[in-house]
């Protein structure tokens, strides 16, 4: 059984694959799954203490969902990530104290910014938050030693301390993240995508709406998959795509080459499907929303995978949200 109709996205589609080196990204498109905030309608007020993020949902009708893993960066101030989703009934402010720092050596607190950086946290460190105990630890520096591991042997200008703001500020990383941000646009209608690495699925991301994917998917390609994938790349431990796009030469005439196209495209939309029946959700844990928010309209649900796991939110019982790191 697919791993969406498992999940109850059956209904989603999927779209021509985008490839750019060792990344494919393959779009989800479908129509809007559920009644929403806007996604700007969410703010980042502040930290109000070392681990503690505080958020505001200006919508007046709806619920407002902070996406797994959001991380705020600021000028002179601790950087701070999300342990897990939160929600936001409207017009609320809520303190989130089970947040962490990703920074070992630098004080200040977080305030509300147009100058703050946002992306979602690296794929491999969303992994530290799997289990319900490290999310619900409120120690601030219980990232630490995830990020030391995931910089470690990294040429990064400063090394031994556990701040993340070390990797996106590299000049060199900087550069190629917005490259990706701006080689895997959007599509019509996309609400999704399936990540692979060199033909292998890393993850799963589906919003409530287009409108949500338009905003949030720069922050998931770059800050998360962009910057594994570079990690991976500068470690020497990722893969020449195997599956590379077909050759095309001045002696190709248009039919053919347009028929190679085809071909190829034909092959990977058969291939994501078979390769995702592989991915067995071992559990899935509902629980309550005061954990994570206060919310009367959506439900969430952690799940495990043999490897990784993630988030679903749900409402009426309908799939609206999901974040699975595999």
Known sequence: MSIFKLLKF?????????????????PLLGATRGEVAKPQNLVFSKTSNYGEMVFENQDEDCDAIIPSNLMVRGKDAQDHVMSHIGLLEPQTSRRFPDSCCIEESQGGYLENSEKNEFDILPIELRKCFLTKD???NRQYDKLWGGILDWLKDLPLKYKGVAHLRYFYDDPVVKTQLETFAAEFEPVEDQIGAVILFSGIPMGIEIMPSPEYWDYYWKLLIRGSYGAELIRLKQLGQIQTFKQS???????MDLDHMKE???????????????VLKKVRIESQL????????????LQVEYLKTQDGGGEMITQNQKPIYLSLVL
Do not use: A, C
């Open 10 to 26: 059956d209904d989603v589609d999927i779209s021509n694959l985008q490839n750019v080196d060792e990344m494919t990204v393959v």
């Open 134 to 136: 490290f999310r619900e």
């Open 286 to 297: 509902s629980v309550s929303p005061q954990i994570i928010g206060e919310s009367k309209t």
């Open 245 to 251: 796009l077909p050759r095309i030469n001045d002696h």
């Open 260 to 274: 190679q196209m085809e071909d190829y495209i034909v092959q990977i939309q058969n291939y994501v499907p078979d």
